[in-house]
C-alpha cells in the first residue's frame, strides 16, 4: 500500500451504521423520476456514490475512471449524484463521458442536508464520495479525488474486517460451546 493510499483512507470517515435512507431526500433522475438515494443501495452490492459539479476540474478529470470502473467493479454498483442543478448540464456531462451508471440530481442544499442527517457532516467540496455497504449501511465519506484503485482496496479492508470480525465470533461460540457448534437454518425454525 502506498504511503499516498494510507494517507488517504486514513482520512475517510467511518461510519457505524448509518442508513442511507436515515434522510428520505428526494432526488431525481435524468429523466425526471423522483428517487431516493436509498432506492439504490442495500442491494446486496457495495454502493459508491460520487456527488460531482460539472464545473469541478477534479470530478470531470476523474469521471472517465469512473465509467472505467463501472465495467470492471463486479461487487459494487456505482451512483453519480449531480449537483448541477441544471439538467441540461447534466446530461451534457452524461453524453460527454458516456456514463452508464445511474446519474441522480439534486441541489447543493438539500445534499449538504442529507449529508449533515446521515454522516454528521457538511459538504466541504466535490467531488465527495460515499461508500455504502451491501446492507445499505454508511461506512465511509471521503471528500476530495480519490483512485478506484484507493475504493477497491478499501472495501477489500473492510470485508477482510468482516469475516474476521465473523471467525472470532464462532470462535469464541466454540469455546463458549465447549467445542460443540450448532448451526441453525432460521427457515426451519
Known amino acids: 500500500m502506498t ?60 469521471m472517465p475512471e469512473m465509467v472505467k470502473a463501472q465495467k470492471t467493479f463486479s461487487d459494487a454498483t456505482l451512483v453519480g449524484i449531480s449537483l ?40 466541504s467540496g466535490v467531488p465527495t464520495y460515499l461508500v455504502f455497504s451491501p446492507e445499505g449501511d454508511l461506512k465511509a465519506l471521503q471528500t476530495g479525488g480519490i483512485s478506484l484503485a484507493e475504493l477497491r482496496n478499501y472495501i477489500r479492508t473492510i470485508k477482510a474486517k468482516h469475516i474476521a470480525t465473523l471467525k472470532q465470533t464462532l470462535a469464541e461460540q466454540i469455546i463458549v460451546n465447549q467445542g460443540e457448534v450448532e448451526l441453525v437454518n432460521p427457515e426451519k425454525k
Open 3 to 62: 504511503r499516498n493510499m494510507k494517507t488517504t483512507l486514513a482520512s475517510l470517515f467511518l461510519f457505524g451504521s448509518l442508513s442511507a435512507g436515515a434522510f428520505a431526500s428526494t432526488m431525481t433522475t435524468i429523466n425526471g423520476k423522483s428517487v431516493q438515494l436509498s432506492d439504490y443501495v442495500g442491494n446486496g452490492k457495495w454502493t459508491i456514490v460520487e456527488a460531482w459539479h460539472s464545473k469541478c476540474a477534479i470530478c470531470m478529470k476523474t
Open 84 to 123: 448541477d442543478e441544471n439538467i441540461a448540464k447534466t446530461k451534457q456531462v452524461v453524453k460527454r463521458f458516456d456514463i452508464d451508471f445511474p446519474t441522480l440530481l439534486i441541489d447543493i442544499v438539500d445534499f449538504d442536508a442529507y449529508l449533515n442527517k446521515v454522516a454528521k457532516k457538511r459538504l
